[in-house]
């Protein structure tokens, strides 16, 4: 005799970038295993592959989740945590003033989902020469060493994975018609303002977002930390 089946529950959500509703449920415990082991490793690149697996396994439209930005897997992330397993998180701020690490629980629903804003992705490096730039998409970081992503060289790698073209006086010249070699010498042929540029376009890109209001712990002061990502919202 079979054992029962349990149907979940559906649920409908917003991809930001796309601008595509789709359908999703709750991630089931085998799910959650995969998670669990994936957290308890630290490894950044295990954590990644294990949210994406449990995307794919629960969103119901056809999606290529490599093709998603990386603020799109987040506010993905964020909807199937909330409807899996309750509806808030446990977030830890360091004090501004004394340094001392508090614990607060936070809703959900008041974490502001990445804002899709026009965005002009066209830097102008001189009059005559500019780039135009995608958003880093999954793909893209995965491919990567998450060891080195946050050195000078992860960040020039990932910027060569959003350039769409290159222009100058007389010619546009898209990125994936050009050797990778060639884009690299391209940007370190950049002065540090024109670098400065293009590493603000990312430090400005749509995320998860909160305000964390409270009171110090332990010296009674007011803190208004801003929580960006979703390494902030479950570190």
């Given amino acids: 005799m079979a054992l029962p089946v349990l149907n979940a529950a559906k649920y409908k959500t917003i991809v930001p970038s796309l601008k595509k509703e789709v359908e999703y449920r709750p991630y089931l415990v085998k799910e959650e295993k995969i998670l669990m082991v994936a957290l308890e490793s630290q490894d950044q690149t295990q954590i990644l592959t294990a949210i994406k697996d449990v995307i794919s396994s629960c969103v119901y439209d056809d999606l290529d989740v490599n093709k998603l930005t990386m603020f799109d897997l987040e506010a993905l992330f964020l909807k199937l945590r909330s409807k899996s397993v309750g509806e808030t998180t446990e977030v830890k701020a360091a004090c501004e003033h004394c340094e001392t690490e508090n614990k607060r629980v936070i809703k959900f629903e008041d974490i502001q989902m990445p804002v899709m804003e026009k965005k002009n992705s066209t830097i102008k490096l001189t009059d005559d020469v500019g780039v135009t730039l995608s958003f880093p998409r999954v793909g893209d970081i995965e491919k990567h060493d998450s060891d080195k992503l946050d050195s000078i060289d992860g960040i020039m790698e990932i910027l060569i994975d959003?350039?769409?073209?290159?222009?100058?006086?007389?010619d546009v010249y898209s990125a994936k018609d050009t050797k990778r070699e060639?884009?690299?010498?391209?940007?370190d042929s950049l002065n540090?303002?024109?670098?400065?540029?293009?590493?603000?376009?990312?430090?400005?890109?749509?995320?998860?977002?909160?305000?964390?209001?409270?009171?110090?712990d332990k010296c009674g002061e007011d803190n208004n930390i801003e929580l960006k990502g979703l390494q902030s919202f479950f570190g």
């Fill in 162 to 170: 959003c350039i769409d073209s290159i222009y100058d006086a007389d």
């Fill in 182 to 187: 060639e884009l690299r010498d391209f940007v």
């Fill in 192 to 216: 540090s303002d024109q670098f400065a540029k293009l590493t603000n376009y990312f430090e400005n890109l749509p995320a998860l977002k909160y305000n964390l209001k409270f009171k110090c």
